[in-house]
């Protein structure tokens, strides 16, 4: 069959273009121009299109997403808050030790950063909610300390303070050099001398903080215990060469009450093992 070929098909008249001027109104749109296009329909009527030019498209979608930003701005601000609550709420759970400053021990303040620490790894918090959690349980004179250090990193417009930089303000604040460096030289004399294997393990632990790069491997912690064993079960600890401190004190411990120390009449123990006042024996 022969394609069809004299199918009459209507025409339209030629559409007819006007540019108009749109104000912008309240929207905060820019003020394109707008083509207004008049096409003729079938029928005789003439149906109006809008059509766009290129720049005043990509004006009003610019303006579209700036306020599209400045109205979501709001809502991501207060999620953030929401967000910190949550935190702060699962922190209290534990009952977290408060800090007023009120005690001048710096065991006191090393123990606090210790127990915080302890709560923030289990809930494995980020490092920002660790500074706004410590800083929530700060009062009395801890709180203005922070108030006056606080507002002076905001005014200087530095970045928000890290944990590891929040710890060494606090420490500097609470425990001065000079008592530090007692702290490190009564652990570098640390002995076992008469005291039990359990207390000199105390002892021990609660030293070494103040001296972390003595003891930041398991093989240099073990090496320091051992050498601060008293002589009767030193060398027995030593020759077995153990590789973490929890077995070199188990295997300590246990030889500590098989062979327990005897203590001369007249002698007391000290506070890391040494003698306080002793008679000689001849």
């Known amino acids: 069959m022969a394609p069809c070929t004299d199918i009459p098909v209507d025409r339209d008249p030629p559409?007819?273009?006007?540019?108009?001027?749109?104000?912008?109104?309240?929207?905060?749109?820019?003020?394109?121009?707008?083509?207004?296009?008049?096409?003729?329909?079938?029928?005789?009527?003439?149906?109006?299109?809008?059509?766009?030019s290129p720049d005043a498209l990509q004006q009003i979608i610019d303006c579209m997403v700036r306020n599209s930003g400045a109205r979501s701005s709001a809502p991501s601000s207060q999620s953030s808050t929401v967000g910190n609550i949550n935190y702060v709420r699962e922190f209290i759970k534990f009952d977290p030790p408060a800090f007023d400053a009120s005690s001048g021990d710096i065991d006191v303040a090393y123990d606090w950063i210790r127990d915080l620490e302890f709560v923030f790894d289990l809930l494995k918090f980020p490092d920002e909610q660790r500074v706004r959690c410590a800083v929530f349980k700060l009062q009395g004179n801890a709180r203005n300390w922070w108030r006056s250090v606080g507002s002076a990193q905001e005014d200087d417009g530095e970045s928000p303070i890290s944990w590891e930089e929040f710890k060494d303000m606090f420490l500097d604040w609470r425990c001065p050099m000079t008592l530090r460096h007692e702290k490190e030289m009564e652990f570098l004399n640390l002995k076992q001398g008469n005291m039990?294997?359990?207390?000199?393990?105390?002892?021990?632990?609660?030293?070494?903080?103040f001296a972390p790069e003595m003891v930041d491997t398991q093989s240099k912690m073990v090496h320091r215990f051992v050498m601060g064993?008293?002589?009767?079960?030193?060398?027995?600890?030593?020759i077995q060469n153990h590789t973490d401190y929890a077995s070199a004190f188990e295997v300590a411990r246990t030889l500590d009450e098989c062979m327990p120390v005897k203590t001369p009449p007249g002698q007391d123990e000290g506070s890391s093992g040494q003698k306080r006042k002793h008679q000689r024996i001849a």
């Open 15 to 52: 559409a007819t273009v006007t540019s108009l001027p749109v104000n912008a109104g309240a929207s905060g749109l820019p003020t394109p121009h707008i083509l207004l296009t008049t096409i003729p329909a079938a029928s005789g009527s003439q149906i109006p299109s809008v059509a766009l």
């Open 229 to 238: 064993l008293r002589k009767g079960i030193r060398g027995l600890v030593a």
């Open 196 to 209: 039990s294997v359990e207390d000199y393990d105390q002892q021990f632990l609660r030293l070494s903080r």
